[in-house]
């Protein structure tokens, strides 16, 4: 059985995504007063864009979908703690996730932050697939694959396992 293709995002390559997808947003003349990350996901994408953007003003919404590689729960669900929705009221919001994949999450961040009244929403991802239900504003790259960012190819760090590749933990000084 063969491994299926991926897309490789590097840690260079995600830098100058980044830079793109604010150039894009700086481009179209929307200027967003607050980024707000769809995390975990989008937790590195929305501070580098917003860094890029130089816009200060940052939120989450965190959003529980995929449970392993290509498994998701039945439903998107959003999980504490809870975004400030009185800082939105009247506010440009630029949300920014990792990939619109089915589109389900950013639907649901959406359609959550309308209902705050801010004055407008955008939407910006580094990665759109083709079955997404959600278009976003702004993308970087559309694939079909499947694909590896730099902060969630490793497995998770745990105590007393080595890091590297000669099986001897590193030393902290």
């Known amino acids: 059985m063969s491994t299926p293709e991926r897309e490789i995002l590097t ?11 604010a150039r894009a947003v700086a481009d179209s003349g929307f200027q967003p ?7 975990r996901g989008g937790l590195l994408p929305a501070g580098a864009i917003s860094y890029a ?17 290509e498994e998701t729960l039945p439903d998107p669900v959003l999980l504490e703690p809870l975004l400030d929705t009185d800082a939105i009221v009247g506010k440009n919001l630029l949300v920014v996730d990792d990939v619109a994949d089915s589109g389900r999450t950013l639907h649901l961040v959406l359609e959550l932050l309308r209902h705050h009244q801010p004055t407008a929403v955008r939407s910006a991802v580094l990665y759109t697939k083709p079955r997404t239900i ?5 993308s970087w790259r ?18 007393g396992a080595s890091s590297g590749d000669d099986g001897e933990a590193a030393a902290v000084v």
Do not use: C, H
């Open 33 to 39: 007063d607050m980024v707000i990350a769809v995390a």
């Open 134 to 138: 959600v278009q976003p504003d702004f």
């Open 53 to 69: 953007l130089g816009v200060k003003a940052a939120g989450t919404l965190n959003v529980e979908f995929y449970s392993d590689v």
């Open 11 to 21: 840690w260079d390559l995600f830098g100058e995504a980044s830079r793109d997808l």
């Open 142 to 159: 559309e694939t079909d694959k499947w694909i590896n960012f730099p902060w969630s190819t490793q497995p998770p760090v745990v105590a």
